[in-house]
């Protein structure tokens, strides 16, 4: 069943892109400025090619990992709930159903359109990887975007500079003129988009916050605000605990995609609340 989550088109062109630009960075501009046999040349293959596996590794771990399904009979806790009396409490009980699947979803779950089912503190749906961002996945998802933006950097520091080498008053036609600066101009702007991706997902991570939730929280500040009170995301309790329970209580193996056991059920999360 995974497997056929592989057969999409975006997936297709995110493998093409990664080849074409690992090919060009090692095979052309790598190999024209420093020459591949060189020892520099040998110790930025090595660690280019590092960057390209992680990167490949973090994608194949985002599709493949289920971003986490609603378990079977789930009821909301009506009786530890927020409200203050029995008829708030059940009223924001039926705010958690999700009409779509019959079903009573945990908080921070969302329907997703896409998937057809509710998602476990669903991030958003990705084209890209033809899946989910969700509970299980987003580590292996932010690692991508860490992975593939650090990528795309070393690829256009290294395509620039070999521009810059390159003698042009002397150096080849017009065609080969135009091809590296083709070449420069698009891997700058890769890392420039996936840079901002990048400072996104970091913001997001250190609130411990869901792209849904930011968008959630921009009516919720709004509100706070006129009625004179300060708007706190529930969920930010402390960057550095905010960054253990995506990554890992464990610093080694935070930027390892599948390193994921420390992920609890995505049923409950410690909330402000509960550090008072
Ligand atoms: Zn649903
Ligand atoms: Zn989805």
């Known amino acids: 069943m995974k497997w056929r989550r592989f057969v999409s088109l975006p997936i297709l062109a995110v493998l093409i892109l990664m080849d074409i630009v690992f090919y060009g960075t090692v095979f052309i501009f790598l190999d024209d400025w420093v020459g591949l046999h060189s020892s520099i040349g040998l110790t930025n ?3 280019f090619t590092m960057l390209t596996f992680f990167t490949l590794f973090s994608f194949f771990a985002c599709v493949f ?12 806790d009506i009786e530890h709930s927020d409200g203050s009396d029995q008829e708030s409490r059940e009223s924001e009980a039926l705010t958690k159903y999700c009409d779509k699947c019959s079903a009573y979803k945990p ?3 969302h329907h997703c359109r896409v998937c057809r089912r509710c998602v476990l503190k669903m991030d958003h749906h990705c084209t890209w990887i033809n899946n989910c961002v969700g509970h299980r996945n987003y580590k292996a998802f932010f690692l991508l ?11 256009t520091v290294i395509i620039v500079g070999c521009g810059f080498y390159n003698d042009w008053e002397s150096f080849g036609t017009i065609r080969l003129k135009t091809f590296y600066i083709t070449s420069g101009v698009m891997i700058s702007l890769l890392s420039l ?3 901002t991706l990048l400072g996104w997902h970091i913001y997001l991570l250190t609130h411990n916050m869901t792209t849904i939730e930011y968008y959630q929280g921009t009516r919720a500040k709004w509100l706070a605000k006129k009625s004179g ?3 706190k995301h529930q ?3 402390g960057v550095y605990k905010n960054f253990t329970m995506i990554l890992g209580p464990n610093m080694r193996k935070w930027l390892w995609p599948s390193a994921s056991s420390h992920i609890k059920d995505g049923i409950c999360f410690p909330t402000v609340r509960d550090s008072l």
């Open 145 to 155: 975007v860490l992975y593939a933006t650090m990528s795309s950097v070393y690829s």
């Open 107 to 109: 908080p921070r779950a």
């Open 229 to 231: 009170q300060i708007y």
């Open 235 to 237: 969920y930010d309790v």
């Open 65 to 76: 990992t289920d971003p986490g399904d609603v378990p079977y009979g789930y009821f909301p």
């Open 193 to 195: 988009t996936l840079g």
């Open 45 to 47: 293959v090595v660690i």
